[in-house]
């Protein structure tokens, strides 16, 4: 096609493979080998991870693969050669013997089901900074289901299941290095992330808070694979003793002594509610020489006010007529009032 159709090929050839790492996966241990490969810089990242998988079994790891044409592009078809150009090569040979774990998350994020875009997002340290992502490799290493955590706000976020997936894959061969594989179905870094999908879940529902308990349902209910058996004593072991629950979780206690789960983004809201309140509470009121009850039945008194309310009990007129009178006070007198009511109950 370049020889027949003059234009800017590798432009549209970058683009197709991007959406590729959109739309198909590959099999085995390292689904999102094309988009890590795109996020370190090969323009075609996804074609080259094709080439290195074609006849592995799904048990095999081709990350022995991805060093040996780094160390000797050759081994791929000449068609794919130039995607490890000199710089690209002198880059991952600096980064093998200086910062180890750069190539060590870019391993770690080859085994998540996830976009070229998302890839570069969570490898590129800039793109990282940018978006507000503060946490070094390292941190990403040593808890995976950060990719969730810091991508659930985001217009492209990851799945709680995606790095799950590689956390517990089947094979005989484990993908992630030591620091970031499993010590249990129950591992704290899990639980946590468990906890937070269900609150994500539960505030698209409108559920800003939810109790312990509820989590806990919520977590019961969830199909994975492996199961995770946590009861309410684990949640208190986290709550003590966990870091990273203690990050990316808050906790707040009713006056009854029940124990409620909050985003922390929400606690953030919540707690400038409070503060608010807290001014208001303290802070000096106006005083307002108005005759209330005299306004309110002078706006009242005209002809399309009383055709309402004739159909009204004395009773209601008279509960009504006392109600917006404190109402009219209030709004007056506070420095910060909200007015709440159903359509028709007079708040105009």
């Known amino acids: 096609m370049r020889e027949i159709v003059p234009g800017s090929w590798d432009l549209a050839s970058a683009w197709i493979n991007d959406r590729l790492t959109e739309v198909r996966k590959l099999r085995g241990m390292r689904p999102g080998l094309g988009a890590a490969l795109t996020a370190f810089g090969m323009p075609l990242g996804v074609f080259v991870a094709d080439e290195l998988v074609r006849d592995l079994p799904d048990t095999v790891d081709p990350w022995q693969r991805v060093e040996e044409v780094f160390a000797n592009p050759s081994k791929l078809p000449r068609s794919l050669q ?8 002198d880059k991952w040979n600096m980064l093998r013997n200086k910062r180890q774990k750069r190539i060590e998350w870019l391993r770690a994020l080859s085994c998540f089901e996830i976009s070229a875009e998302q890839a570069k997002l969570l490898y590129d340290e800039d793109r990282r900074a940018k978006a507000g992502i503060l946490d070094s490799d390292e941190a990403f290493l040593s808890n995976v289901y950060l990719a969730f955590h810091h991508t659930r706000l985001t217009g492209d976020p990851i799945s709680f299941f995606t790095p799950d997936m590689a956390m517990f894959w089947k094979g005989p061969v484990h993908p992630l290095s030591e620091a970031s594989r499993p010590n249990g179905v129950d591992d704290h870094r899990r639980v946590t992330a468990l906890a937070t999908h269900v609150l994500t879940t539960a505030q698209e529902e409108g559920h800003s808070v939810l109790p312990r308990t509820h989590v806990l349902e919520r977590i019961r209910d969830l199909t994975l ?21 203690e990050s990316l979780l808050a906790t707040h206690d ?7 789960y ?39 008194s005209d002809e399309e006010s009383r055709s309402k309310q004739k159909y009204m009990s004395s009773a209601v007129l008279e509960g009504a007529r006392t109600e917006r009178i404190s109402a009219l006070r209030e709004l007056a007198e506070s ?12 708040k105009t």
């Open 262 to 300: 909050q985003l922390p983004e929400r606690d953030d809201l919540c707690a400038l509610i409070r503060g608010l309140k807290r001014r208001i509470i303290r802070g000096k009121r106006y005083s307002v020489p108005v005759d209330w009850a005299k306004r309110y039945d002078d706006a009242t």
């Open 225 to 245: 694979d492996p199961s995770c058996p946590i009861d309410r004593d684990a949640l208190e072991v986290l709550e003590e003793c966990s870091d990273a629950f």
């Open 82 to 89: 130039h995607q490890i150009s000199p710089m690209l090569r």
């Open 254 to 260: 009713s006056e009854d002594g029940e124990r409620f």
């Open 335 to 346: 420095p910060v009032s909200v007015l709440v009511g159903a359509a028709g109950t007079g």
